[in-house]
């Protein structure tokens, strides 16, 4: 690994593990966001962040889903799963209406649903914390352990996006419905969402690495549980050390596996949230919901590609 590769994933290391440690000195829960590796990933790990956004519109996009999240959570009178779909689709729109592709939007707002979190400490921690890491990228910028790069805007087409956002919030609302009424609601962990959506575009440069990403998930789910179970359940030690360990472990993994994806990263995360009797089920949770979520996405392109050859005018 380069100098400043590792630089940047120790970096990304330690600002997780930091966050996770204020949780628990501040016995607030609320403060712990998965996401954060991911976008992590996308702003400091990667050479370029995957996402078509101006950076200066991420902290403001993902607390305002992070606010709709813990609203849908606090007031929502419909089950788990419709107010997951409910949630999905605000933050679709608003994805359409600034033209912008940053995905971990969903996250921020399925999270909290799904994991019944209602403090407003939520949001307040998801604005502190993506403030800090657009700081952080232009120090990595400054520092020339990072090349600049331009604002850019998602130009989206009607045709694909009405075929693609109804079908990826009806698959991610089903499997939720389903995970929940089984017991094992991480078949539809929130980093799931963002798989699928990102995997469901078209001209998706990860999409042709399809495999690879579905492996490198499975392998930060185990990093996960492995590091909850062995190090905080089973030796007692805080959810700090399992952070340090699951972290460190998913920058690993998309070393040796040369596919460094966020969702996967924020599905190291994850575990450190969950009940205790999740644990032992989770790698294969996130098993399962990836396989569907992976084919809904392939299916979902090709529907697309297929529109596209049949109405050029509209690519």
């Known amino acids: ?40 990933t996308g702003m400091w790990v990667m050479p370029r962040m995957p996402w078509k956004v101006d950076r200066r519109q991420i902290p403001v996009l993902m607390t305002v889903c992070a606010v709709w999240g813990a609203a849908l959570s606090r007031f929502s009178p419909l089950p788990t799963a419709m107010t997951i779909g409910v949630a999905f689709f605000g933050a679709a729109l608003l994805l359409l209406v600034v033209r912008s592709t940053l995905l971990p939007v969903l996250s921020a707002c399925i999270l909290p649903v799904l994991l019944g979190e209602q403090s407003w400490v939520y949001p307040v921690a998801v604005l502190v914390m993506t403030l800090l890491l657009v700081l952080g990228q232009m120090l990595l910028e400054k520092l020339q352990l990072r090349k600049p790069q331009p604002a850019e805007t998602w130009h ?14 009806g698959a991610v ?40 990403i579905w492996i490198v998930t499975v392998c930060c789910a185990v990093a996960g549980a492995l590091s909850r179970w062995l190090l905080c359940i089973h030796f007692g030690l805080p959810l700090t050390v399992g952070a340090l360990a699951a972290s460190t ?24 949230l969950l009940p205790e009797r999740l644990i032992s089920t989770y790698p294969l949770q996130i098993l399962i919901g990836t396989t569907v979520c992976l084919l809904v996405a392939t299916c979902l392109r090709w529907s697309s590609e297929e529109a596209c050859a049949a109405h050029p005018s509209h690519q």
């Not at 998913?250 to 966020?262: C, E, K, N, S």
């Open 1 to 40: 690994m380069e100098k400043s590769s590792l630089i940047k994933n120790i970096m990304a290391v330690a600002f997780g593990t930091l966050m996770v440690l204020f949780s628990e000195l501040l016995h607030t829960p609320a403060i712990l966001f998965p996401e954060i590796l991911a976008l992590l």
């Open 249 to 272: 472990m998913a920058m690993v993994i998309f070393h040796l596996l040369r596919r460094p994806f966020p969702p996967s990263a924020a599905l190291a995360l994850l575990p450190l």
């Open 156 to 169: 989206w087409s009607g045709r694909e996006e009405a075929l693609r956002w109804p079908i990826a919030i």
């Open 173 to 212: 609302t089903a499997l939720t419905a389903v995970g929940v009424a089984m017991g094992v609601p991480c078949v539809a962990a929130p980093p799931l969402a963002v798989l699928l959506s990102e995997l469901s575009f078209r001209e998706s440069p990860a999409a042709p690495h399809s495999l690879q």
